[in-house]
C-alpha cells in the first residue's frame, strides 16, 4: 500500500476511507474545499462527498425540508442521496414513468457546494441509464435556490421547458364513490 510522506508516512488508501457502497462510482466522488475532519493522529483531510442510493433503514433527515414524509412509502431504489463522512446532505426522489423517470423531489443542503447538485445528478443519470431508461421529466419551484440552480443545468443539458401547469393529488376515494 502507498504511504505519504507529507502524512507522517500514513498508509494513504487507509486515511481516504472510501464508503463500503457495492457500485461505488468514483465519478460521484469529490472532495469539498475547505472541508476539514480530525483522523487518528490528529491528521487533517479533506471530507468526500459522494452520490448514492439510500439504504435500508436510513430515512431523509428533516434539516432539507423537503417534504418528503409526505410522499408516504418510499422505495429506496429510487431515492438518491448525496452524502459526506458525517451526514446525507442532499437527495433525490424519482420513479420510472413509460421509459423514463419522473423526478419526484429534490432538496441539497444550502451550505453544500454547487457542485453537489451536479454530482448528485450525474449519479442518478448513470443509474437511469444503466436500468434502461431514455429520459426524465420534472416539476421546478423556481422559488428554491437549489431549484433555481437546477433550471440553469438543464438547459446547458438540453432540456426543454414544456409549459407552466397546475398540479392536483389526493387519497383515493372511499369505495362505491
Known amino acids: 500500500m502507498a504511504t505519504c510522506p507529507i502524512l507522517d508516512g500514513s498508509q494513504v488508501l487507509a486515511l481516504l476511507r472510501l ?3 457495492p457500485g461505488l462510482d ?11 475532519v480530525d483522523i487518528p493522529k490528529g491528521t487533517n483531510v479533506p471530507v468526500i462527498e459522494y452520490a448514492r442510493l439510500l439504504r435500508a433503514g436510513e430515512s431523509i433527515p428533516a434539516g432539507l425540508e423537503a417534504g418528503f414524509d409526505q410522499l408516504g412509502q ?12 458525517v451526514e446525507i446532505t442532499g437527495v433525490l426522489i424519482g420513479s420510472p414513468c413509460h421509459g423514463a423517470c419522473f423526478i419526484w423531489r429534490m432538496s441539497v443542503d444550502p451550505k453544500a457546494s454547487q457542485m453537489s447538485v451536479v454530482r448528485l445528478l450525474r449519479r442518478f ?12 421529466m420534472l416539476i421546478i419551484d423556481p422559488s428554491t435556490p437549489t ?31
Do not use: C, F
Open 19 to 21: 464508503p463500503d457502497s
Open 74 to 85: 418510499l422505495d429506496r431504489n429510487w431515492v438518491w442521496v448525496l452524502e459526506t463522512d
Open 125 to 136: 443519470a448513470s443509474d437511469i441509464r444503466a436500468r434502461g431508461l431514455k429520459g426524465y
Open 26 to 36: 468514483r465519478n460521484s466522488i469529490r472532495w469539498l474545499p475547505g472541508e476539514i
Open 147 to 177: 431549484q433555481t440552480h437546477l433550471v440553469r443545468i438543464l438547459e446547458k443539458i438540453g432540456a426543454k421547458r414544456i409549459k407552466t401547469v397546475e398540479w392536483y393529488a389526493g387519497s383515493l376515494p372511499r369505495p362505491g364513490l
